[in-house]
């Protein structure tokens, strides 16, 4: 299960950041998990809560933000949600050159700290 590992990546970037900080405890962690990521929520949660455990970040919440899926077609520029699993071929033309903009997201956005800031937002494009 990948989810674990994602888990225990997000643990640790969240524990240096406090630690850079000089924060002591992690109430909320944000993340953006896009619907092509391959991540199951459910399992992700699950992994966190074990991976938070006897750490800085132990009883923190994982607020998980869902990113749709968003594909354009490189010949005519017509959007759509292209599904799970992605549909690439225009709806509009029938073209099979798809962009995908938007659903492979995984990153955290946002980390509130139980003894600092009340939220500290990453505003990043990924």
Known sequence: MHEMSIAMA???????????AGVTAVE????QVGQLAGVVP???AFCFELACSGSVLEGAELV????????R???????????????????QCGGARAELLAG????????????GPAL?????EG
């Open 28 to 31: 909320a962690v944000h993340l």
């Open 64 to 71: 998980a933000e869902p990113v749709e899926a968003r594909a």
């Open 73 to 91: 077609c490189a010949p005519c520029a017509v959007e759509w949600p292209p599904g799970m699993p992605p549909d690439l071929v225009c709806p």
């Open 120 to 124: 500290a937002r990453a505003h990043q």
């Open 104 to 115: 492979r997201e995984l990153q955290i956005t946002g980390v509130r700290w139980a003894d």
């Open 10 to 20: 997000v643990v640790e970037q969240v524990e240096e950041a406090a630690r850079a």
């Open 42 to 44: 459910e399992a992700l």
